[in-house]
């Protein structure tokens, strides 16, 4: 493989903006190339094989959805309660839909997930990542709960994030309203 690690973060950026655009069957080598604006080959000269592809935009999604450190901790500067648990839930869900398309990648990386066992492997290695600052940063900060809960947060937040990029089930609801209505439940 090429060693332009510049150059592989462009493609896998394409890769990202195809996959949440056309769908998994939409993602070819050839297309990431046109959406990069690079030679034809330059995909497959970076990324072998399909499996190759999936997994550098599974990679690539935990480095652009990478939490903000000096948002992080000014949080944990905080008083535990349940104002600092609705705001860490609304900085992710800030964090996630800042860039709708990227969260869509996500969604579609999933599926595809579920399909391939390599890709699951990279992937869920890939969320867990996510599950576990989660779960310490409830910890450091004095929130009550634990893994069980910090897990029943992220199956609500998936759903709701679903919901707010695609077809909505109730378009009345405020996202704040639901993220509110989360923690709420989630730490009593």
């Known amino acids: 493989m090429p060693s332009n690690p510049e150059r592989r ?3 896998a950026d394409a890769g990202l903006r195809v996959l949440a655009a ?3 069957r939409g993602l070819t080598h050839r297309a990431v190339d046109a959406e990069a604006g690079v030679p034809a080959g330059t995909a497959s000269n ?3 094989s399909r499996d190759a592809l999936l997994g550098a935009l ?3 999604i935990l480095e652009r ?3 903000d450190e000096t948002v992080v901790a000014a949080l944990a500067t905080r008083e535990p309660g ?3 648990f609705v705001d860490y839930l609304r900085y992710i869900v800030e964090r996630t839909t800042r860039q709708p398309d990227l969260t869509r990648a996500l969604i579609e990386l999933r599926l595809e997930a579920a399909r391939r066992p390599g890709l699951a492997t990279i992937l869920g290695d890939t969320l867990r990542r996510g599950y576990h600052d989660d779960v310490a940063f409830h ?3 004095g929130l009550p709960g634990g893994r069980f809960e910090i897990a029943l947060l992220h199956y609500a937040l998936d759903g ?3 919901d707010m990029l695609t077809t909505p089930i109730d378009p009345d609801i405020p996202p704040d309203d639901a993220v509110t209505a989360f923690a709420t439940r989630l730490i009593t």
Request: no cysteine; proline share 4%.
């Open 46 to 48: 970076y990324f072998r």
């Open 160 to 162: 709701l994030l679903l």
């Open 22 to 24: 056309a769908g998994a």
């Open 139 to 141: 910890a450091t900060t």
């Open 58 to 60: 599974g990679e690539r």
């Open 9 to 11: 973060r462009v493609l």
């Open 65 to 67: 959805f990478a939490p």
């Open 82 to 84: 349940r104002e600092l």
